[in-house]
């Protein structure tokens, strides 16, 4: 069966099909461990922004061109302002590129019922381009009784990089996130991982052909001990 390790990898040396990999576990950081794989799939953001992960491929480091911009998620429990709509539920773009807004919209909980949670709570989720001040809140919230922010490098600058690469990055080395670079959504990771499951499918059945198509050598007649 699998096992899952709570690790961070730092280096991948992949040679000839193969993929030495250099890892330690979160609850030892300073003894590094390196195993060979069959099989490796980067499902992380390779940019020099987005990640520490050293990656060489036939003794070549391997470089990604491309950035992220900076998202800042604002999670707003309070009451949107009037100026917006009377519909907390209506989503809000705002597409001016002088705006340090990109949109507003409310949340639903996970365990969210429509046929027995009749009003949501007001909770949003406001999408900025740098941080905001209360003032600037002010704008889109009327009242506010709680706030959370989350900053991160959240999806690709696509003024940067132009090309679409592959997924395949070698035999048997797959590279989710070349997605991102058509468009960034948990939707289109789960398409990218799908196709990448279907290639590693096809990987094992192509080696398991030729395994059972190969012709038994006088070697492996040979019965001496």
Do not use: C
């Amino acid at each position: 069966g699998a096992t899952f390790l709570p690790a961070s990898v730092n280096t991948i040396e992949y040679t000839n099909g193969k993929s030495n990999v250099t890892y330690h576990l979160l609850d030892n950081p300073n003894d590094p461990i390196n195993n060979e794989f069959d099989i490796v799939i980067i499902a992380t953001p390779l940019t020099i922004d987005k990640t520490i992960l050293k990656l060489r491929i036939n003794g070549e480091d391997q470089s990604f061109p491309g950035s992220f911009q900076r998202t800042l998620a604002y999670i707003v429990h309070g009451e949107l302002n009037s100026d917006f709509g009377d519909d907390p539920n209506d989503n809000l773009f705002f597409i001016d590129k002088d705006d340090v807004v990109a949109s507003v919209s409310m949340l639903t909980p996970v365990n969210y019922d429509p046929a027995t949670d009749h009003e949501l709570p007001h909770v949003f989720k406001l999408f900025a381009r740098q941080e905001l001040s209360k003032e600037e809140l002010g704008k889109y919230f009327s009242k506010i009784e709680e706030l959370q922010l989350i900053d991160w490098l959240a999806y690709p600058n696509y003024s940067t990089f132009a090309e679409l690469a592959s997924f395949k990055l070698g035999e048997n080395l797959f590279y989710v996130n070349n997605i991102e670079w058509a468009a960034s959504a948990m939707e289109m990771s789960s398409l990218a991982a799908r196709n990448i499951a279907n290639l590693v499918g096809q990987s094992i059945l192509d080696n398991t052909e030729k395994v059972s198509n190969k012709k038994p050598s006088s070697q492996d007649n040979n019965t001496e001990l």
